[in-house]
Structures are given as C-alpha cells and as structure tokens.
C-alpha cells in the first residue's frame, strides 16, 4: 500500500514561513491536499489538487508537489495557523493520509 | 452548501457491530458525481479513511478494513451509512463523513463535526 511521511512537528515564529513536507514514492505524479485539523474540530481542506486554496483560505497557504514531496507553505504564520496538518494522496482510486505534522508557532 | 452530520451509538461492545449514519443536506447523494466518504481518526491519532460510495452506488474500501466494512446510500433519505463488524477497542475512534470538494473526488472538502465511537465492555 502507499505510504505518505511527514516531520511530527515543525515550529515556526509569528510572521515567519513555515513549509511542511509530505514524502512518498512519485507524489508529484498525483494530486495531493492539505488539511489543517485543530483540537477538537473536524479537518478543513486548505489546499487541494496541489497548489489551488479552496474559497475563504488566506492567501498565506500555498501548495506545491513535484518528485517525490509535496509542500505546504504558510508565509507571514499567525497564531491562529498553529495546529496539525495533514497530507493526503489520490492514490489507484484511495485516499492515503500522512501521519500528520503538528506546527506550532513560538 | 453541502452538510453532513454523523448519528449513531457512542459506545458498542466488543465483537459487536457498529453502524453509522451520515445525513447529507443541501446537496444529493444520488446525483452529481460525488465520492461520499468515512474517515476515522482515534484518539491522539492520524486520519485513516476507511471506505467511499459513489452516487451510483459503487464503493471503494481500505484493504486494512475492507473484510469488516460496508458502505452504503440511502438515495430516499438521502444518507449513507457505514457498518464495521466485530469490533475491537482498536476501532474506538471519532468517525467522520466526509464529501470531495468536488466531481474530481481527489480530496475531501466537507466534513461532519464527527462522532466518537467508544468500544468498550
């Protein structure tokens, strides 16, 4: 079965840029999205097939995905950005998630 | 825009079965080429995705699930549900539905609030 792998956690002081990676074997040949998932609360999809922000993320996420990692960009992080992100894959007609990387903002 | 809300038993017991019920509005199950999902995540954990039923009423399992799982639609109330037989603590969990943000079905747009399923004698 695919495999997705992502750093446990990342910090990232306010205003800076936080990337988060997300590994697997020919990612860039499919398309990958990010959630965001704070405590308590159901994932929120912040970026889809790739690079696209579905309406009402900020401008500050961005999305890129060639080889093998995909990457999600958070420039000028705010507090509000701190809590744990999800990679996912289409991978033969499955959704495969990553184990999540946890950002918090110092 | 579409919404989904979970409903179910909280708590089941082990070996038992667990039955979930996703209710849609503001969209249709049975039209629009639309990959209707569930999702688990336990406690403290990742996200695993478990099974999709398309609006035509083909599905799609996790291998690590498919032999103890059945989705389903409900096109006359407009639900779709899941069933995981012989249940273990492994699988408490919050359970959530989930719809493609839209007819490409690469990714998972709309989500339920979700709903913890304890296994538990």
């Known amino acids: 079965s695919y495999e997705l792998t992502q750093p446990p956690s990342v910090s990232v002081s306010p205003g800076q840029t936080a990337s988060i990676t997300c590994s697997g074997d020919?990612?860039?040949?499919?398309?990958t999205c990010w959630y965001q998932q704070k405590p308590g609360q159901s994932p929120v999809l912040v970026i889809y097939?790739?690079?696209k922000r579905p309406s009402g993320i900020p401008e500050r996420f961005s999305g890129s995905n060639s080889g093998n990692t995909a990457t999600l960009t958070i420039s000028g992080t705010q507090a509000i950005d701190e809590a744990d992100y999800y990679c996912?894959?289409?991978?033969?007609?499955?959704?495969?998630f990553g184990p999540g990387t946890k950002v918090t903002v110092l | 825009q579409v919404q989904l809300r979970e409903s179910g038993p909280g708590l089941v017991k082990p070996s038992e079965t667990l039955s979930l019920t996703c209710t849609v509005s503001g969209g249709s199950v049975s039209t629009g080429d639309y990959y209707w999902s569930w999702i688990r995540q336990p406690p403290g954990k990742g996200l695993e995705w478990i099974a999709y039923?398309?609006?035509?009423?083909?599905?799609n399992y996790n291998p690590s699930l498919k032999s103890r799982v059945t989705i389903s639609l409900d096109k006359s109330k407009n639900q779709f549900s899941l069933i995981l037989n012989s249940v273990t603590t492994a699988d408490t969990a919050v359970y959530y539905c989930?719809?493609?943000?839209?007819?490409?079905?690469?990714?998972?747009?709309?989500w339920g609030q979700g709903t913890l399923v304890t296994v538990s004698s």
């Open positions: 996912q894959a289409w991978d033969s007609s499955t959704y495969v």
């Open positions: 097939q790739d690079t």
């Open positions: 020919k990612l860039g040949d499919k398309y």
């Open positions: 039923v398309f609006y035509t009423g083909s599905t």
């Open positions: 989930a719809r493609a943000l839209d007819v490409t079905g690469y990714d998972l747009g709309y």
